[in-house]
Structures are given as structure tokens and as C-alpha cells.
């Protein structure tokens, strides 16, 4: 071996051993993980909540009872909000299918954020749901998420936004602290 392919040999040495320092999540420079945004999440899980409710007909009662906490669910004074209790409360409930050449139901999901506890529900995001159809009057539900788990977003706290808040762009908070 000459003495130009030895020196070839030990700066490549030393230079895959300073790779392997760099790279061993060591140093102090490097930056943590950012948290992942929830919006997307919490704007998807209202969305199917809303469709479920109001644009199947009848209402998807499986899908809602499955996006509801269990506190939240019609049947808890009764079974402790069982999954099974909810569907059939919610199948009860159920109107009677819509006639049927409605314009299709356009629903938005907007103004997420974050929502404080309140005497009844735990703190967690709201948002404002509005639906529409064409030719018919838009109306807006607010809705409390709140986190169940590590990962899954879940719906805590509905409400009607009434006449009184329907001149307010964004009701979510006043609505959902007046109605707990």
C-alpha cells in the first residue's frame, strides 16, 4: 500500500466516523420534532359528524355515535353511552328520510380553535359547521372536539347557532360557553 492510498484510507476512516457522530441525533443543534397541526384532523372529524347527521338520510347514526365521546352521547345517562345504546337511540330519533330533489348540502367547516372547559364539557377545539343547500337558508352548528386517546379527535358538545349569534361571523366560543 503506498502512503498516498493509506492517507486515502484513513481520511475516509475518519471521515465515516464523523459521519456516524453527526448523525447519531447527539448533537444539541438539532431541532425537536414539531408537533403535527391538528386542524386537519379536527376539521375532518366534524365534517364526517355533520354529514352523518344531516346529509344521509336518514341519519348515519353509526358514524355519529362512533365520532362522539361517550359523555356526549344520548344514550349515557342510561348505558353509560355504549356504542349499541347510542345507534339504537339514534335510529329512533331518526326523521324520516328527505323528499327527495333537494339541491345537494354544501357544508364548511371553518374557525378551529382552541375552546376553554366549562362546567359541563372538558376544554378542547371548536368549530363552526355551516351547511347550505341551494335555494334554502344556510344554517351553522358549533361543535366542542375533544381528544380521546393519543390521536383521535372526538365530538364532546353540539349546538345550534341561534338567531341571537346569526349576525356574529364567529360564534364558536359564546355559543358553546352559553349552551354547556
Known amino acids: 500500500m503506498t ?19 453527526c448523525s447519531s441525533g447527539e448533537d444539541s443543534t438539532d ?64 326523521p324520516e328520510p328527505a323528499e327527495s330533489g333537494r339541491a345537494p348540502l354544501t357544508i364548511k367547516i371553518t374557525h378551529v380553535q382552541e375552546v ?9 377545539q371548536g368549530v363552526l359547521a355551516t351547511m347550505h343547500r341551494a335555494g334554502e337558508k344556510p344554517y351553522r352548528y358549533v361543535l366542542r372536539l375533544v381528544k380521546e386517546g393519543s390521536d383521535q379527535w372526538k365530538i364532546e358538545q353540539t349546538s345550534d347557532v341561534n338567531d341571537r349569534f346569526a349576525h356574529t361571523a364567529d360564534p364558536v366560543a359564546p355559543v358553546l360557553a352559553q349552551y354547556s
Open 31 to 94: 431541532k425537536p420534532a414539531a408537533k403535527p397541526d391538528p386542524t386537519a384532523q379536527i376539521t375532518k372529524t366534524a365534517k364526517a359528524y355533520v354529514t352523518a347527521w344531516f346529509d344521509s338520510k336518514p341519519m348515519d347514526a353509526k358514524t355519529m355515535c362512533e365520532l362522539q365521546t361517550k359523555a356526549a352521547r344520548p344514550n349515557f345517562d342510561d348505558d353509560g353511552g355504549t356504542l349499541k345504546g347510542c345507534i339504537a337511540e339514534r335510529t329512533d330519533d331518526s
Open 3 to 21: 502512503s498516498r492510498t493509506a492517507s486515502l484510507a484513513t481520511i475516509a476512516a475518519v471521515a465515516a466516523v464523523l459521519l456516524t457522530a
Open 116 to 124: 376553554p372547559a366549562s362546567d359541563a364539557h372538558p376544554a378542547g
